[in-house]
DNA sequence: ACCGATATGTTATGACATTACATGTGAATT
DNA sequence: AATTCACATGTAATGTCATAACATATCGGT
């Protein structure tokens, strides 16, 4: 499940282990101390592991939280459209939705304003299920 | 336009209409720089005007900017639903859209899921109308 | 062996946001 | 008028997130 997949650098793998084993948002500065032990020493060093983790689509970015967490789905197919994240704010949990309506709707309201999408960002904070009263 | 509201106080109508006549998104520093000459010396100051002013709805916070805007909307209604936010990344100008189809599919995916929606972010990042080539 | 591209290490600094505590201000009550 | 309470404000210090600038290492291809 958490194999380092082929490909990636030593700094690359370290971060993707470390957001896959967490299974929830990490923030750089978090990363950077659970990786201390293993050499890191400056916050540069778990960014730019981030870009390129980022690049390749195997961890989102969470903009709402300025946090990282490993991507759920499985890395064999590509991300079409844009990914819904609904982030509780109890107790941490992420999931990500691939909602083909929601998507949709903002391509084609981006193309009535003649608007060229670089990247979009969808965020529910609230309650999951599991933490309500 | 930029008239100052009713019971908004001293340091929240500077606030706001820095925000107001800016007409593109500020961090609270630049705020801040804009109001020195009016007494401000301290973030604080504007974190707090900001935190009210977003409770009436009267700006928005863009978080993948962690920068702040007026509402284009007018004030007399409420805002139903989610806004969707087109912010372009070369003349920095921001769009407010609310588009129903998306903001019912999100409710309908959260409620779908249990979960409790406390506050939506949707943006979308990339080049306007007037910017490209 | 050389070269170029990419990854890494390190220091310093910039940018964004909050904690903690003190003080002022104004409306409602006595 | 004095008291009280809620709220707004002032100020210093600190915490959190992110990048610039520069040096060094590593590795694949020629």
Redesign the pocket.
């Known amino acids: 499940m958490t194999a380092s997949l082929p490909d990636l650098?030593?700094?690359?793998s370290l971060v993707f282990e470390t957001l896959s084993q967490a299974g929830a948002p990490l923030?750089?500065?978090?990363i950077l101390d659970q990786l201390r032990e293993h050499?890191?020493?400056?916050?540069?060093?778990v960014?730019?592991?981030l870009d390129?983790l980022l690049e390749r689509g195997l961890i989102h970015r969470l903009e709402s939280l300025?946090?990282f967490v490993a991507c759920q789905h499985n890395h064999s197919h590509n991300h079409l459209g844009t990914t819904v994240f609904v982030i509780c704010g109890t107790c941490g949990d992420v999931n990500e939705l691939n909602d083909q309506v929601v998507s949709d709707q903002l391509m084609r309201r981006a193309v009535e304003e003649n608007f060229r999408v670089e990247s979009a960002m969808v965020e529910l904070r609230g309650c999951c299920s599991g933490c309500q009263d």
């Open positions: 650098t030593k700094n690359q923030s750089a500065y978090t050499g890191f020493r400056a916050p540069l060093q960014y730019r592991a390129k300025n946090a």
